[in-house]
């Protein structure tokens, strides 16, 4: 039965609010995330889905995404929400009179046979908008979203004490929301020689971490900043003056973790039903210095790997229990000992969730090494049209008869600067970084003027 998907995971890392008067107010960043969310978002549409989204995505960008994906664009139907509506945030309650809005959306779901919603981050908010879509009792997992469930478990503390309890290896850490606590956990990691991570517990993509070290070289992979902090006062100044900010005025513990710098970022994802568990896949997260891709499946084995996926396997079957439905990245780093470390879960659509739908589509599905994609963020600088024509003539586009090429899965011109997203296919992780390197000095180089132009490799010279 179709689905209705609600593009609302912009949420998560912009400042739209249902009290905000406009579109406008937004900054140029939180405005681009809400146009990178309607594009991604298309790839999650399956035949005569209903996608709701904050801003359209583009009637070329629709057509090409739908054509790569196999997916009837005659049969979709694509509503913008007005803002501080659906697609950006729904209106809390379940006693507020439907809107306009919700009104023509309820028509459209009973009209199209649509049966659940598909949000990709299914808060309270979003419980109540089902009710008045009348699409609460077809969702899966409905009666868990609607108590603020999938809040819960998105949040890092409540991860910590989940992974303790099936036996999960964690790095050294505590949640609180003492200061003086956090304060002399974290001392005591600086003053045995280690750095220290400290999260809030309920963003997203790395956003509000802060990487406290002793050393300006460490790398701060995960972190949105690097304080350096050569005695105990100028930490102890630092939490004082940003406390509130941490624990959003007091209501929400941190996280003190004790950093590893030069880790691999790994995760697993988990598609929790009520028939069960099923992989829907694993990769490597790639880092600059938040979350800027990935690559599946992880370039590189590990003897630990198999362990990871059991202890993942683990929470997936506690949070099963607990009543959530729907997709679960567990999150975890590969250490320089070689230790794996679970680190969070995601009870949420995510970064790559539109990636490993398009994996399942143009072939990475038929096998755990069969194809492998690498995706990851590039600024544009020309059209759709010619962005296409450019991979097309240079032998790089996508290919459905060999699966192989690349897919131009987000590209947003109107933003400034522009933002796009390409993924490599390729039967090894080889031919997927040559084809990536390839699609990056071919676009690179149709951007410049004519007289600077110079040959740029093809498909073969590619590695394809």
């Known amino acids: ?5 609600l593009a609302n995971g912009a949420l998560l890392s912009s400042g739209a609010t249902a009290a905000t008067p406009s579109f406008d107010h937004l900054t140029p960043a939180e405005q681009c995330a809400l146009r990178r969310q309607a594009q991604r978002a298309v790839w999650c549409t ?34 913008v929400a007005p803002f501080g509506e659906a697609g950006v945030q729904v209106p809390l309650g379940h006693g507020l009179r439907r809107s ?19 949000p990709y981050f299914f808060d309270t908010s979003v419980a109540a908008l089902a009710v008045r879509l009348g699409l609460g009792e077809g969702t899966p997992g409905f009666g868990f979203m609607a108590q603020g469930g999938a809040e819960l478990l998105n949040d890092k503390a409540t991860f910590r004490a989940l992974a303790a309890g099936v036996g999960a290896t964690v790095p050294e850490g505590v949640a609180t929301a003492d200061r003086r606590c956090a304060a002399e956990y974290a001392w005591d990691l600086l003053a045995g020689g280690h750095s220290v991570i400290l999260k809030r517990t309920r963003n997203a993509g790395g956003l509000g971490n802060v990487l406290l070290s002793a ?46 710098p030069s880790s691999v970022p790994l995760y697993t994802g988990l598609h929790i039903t009520d028939r069960g568990i099923t992989p829907y896949g694993h990769g490597e997260m790639r880092m600059a210095p938040l979350f800027a891709g990935v690559a599946v499946p992880p370039a590189a084995d590990h003897s630990r790997f198999p362990d990871f996926l059991e202890q993942a396997g683990r929470l997936g079957a506690v949070v099963r229990a607990m009543g959530y439905r729907g997709r679960l990245s567990v999150d975890a780093m590969l250490t320089p000992d070689g230790r794996i470390l679970l680190n969070e879960i995601n009870a949420r659509a995510g970064g790559a969730t539109h990636t490993h ?10 096998g755990t090494r069969d194809r492998h994609l690498l995706d990851g963020r590039h600024r544009p600088a020309l059209s759709l049209s010619d962005t296409l024509r450019e991979l097309d003539v240079r032998r790089l586009a996508y290919d459905p008869e060999t ?26 992780p080889q031919g997927a970084a040559e084809l990536e390197r390839a699609a990056h000095a071919a676009l690179a180089e149709a951007a410049r003027p004519l007289s600077l132009t110079s040959p740029t490799p093809t498909a073969e010279t590619a590695g394809r």
């Open 215 to 260: 050393d300006s070289g460490v790398a701060a992979v995960g972190a949105s900043r690097h304080l350096v902090v050569r005695d105990r006062a100028a930490m102890e100044d630092h939490l004082a003056a940003t406390w509130p900010d941490y624990t959003a005025s007091g209501r929400q513990p941190v996280v003190v973790e004790r950093y590893h």
């Open 357 to 366: 739908n398009l994996g399942l589509r143009v072939g990475a599905g038929r």
């Open 1 to 5: 039965m179709p689905k209705l998907v």
């Open 100 to 118: 306009r809005f919700e009104q023509r959306l309820r028509e459209l779901a009973v009209r199209r046979g649509v049966d659940r919603l598909w």
């Open 403 to 428: 699966r192989t090429g690349v897919v131009v899965t987000v590209h947003d011109t109107v933003s400034d600067p522009g933002y796009g997203e390409l993924c490599a296919v390729s039967e090894t």
């Open 46 to 79: 399956g035949d005569g889905d209903l996608l709701v989204v904050p801003v359209h995505p583009g009637e070329d960008f629709l057509a090409y995404a739908t054509r790569v994906a196999g997916v009837a664009l005659s049969s979709l139907e694509v509503v």
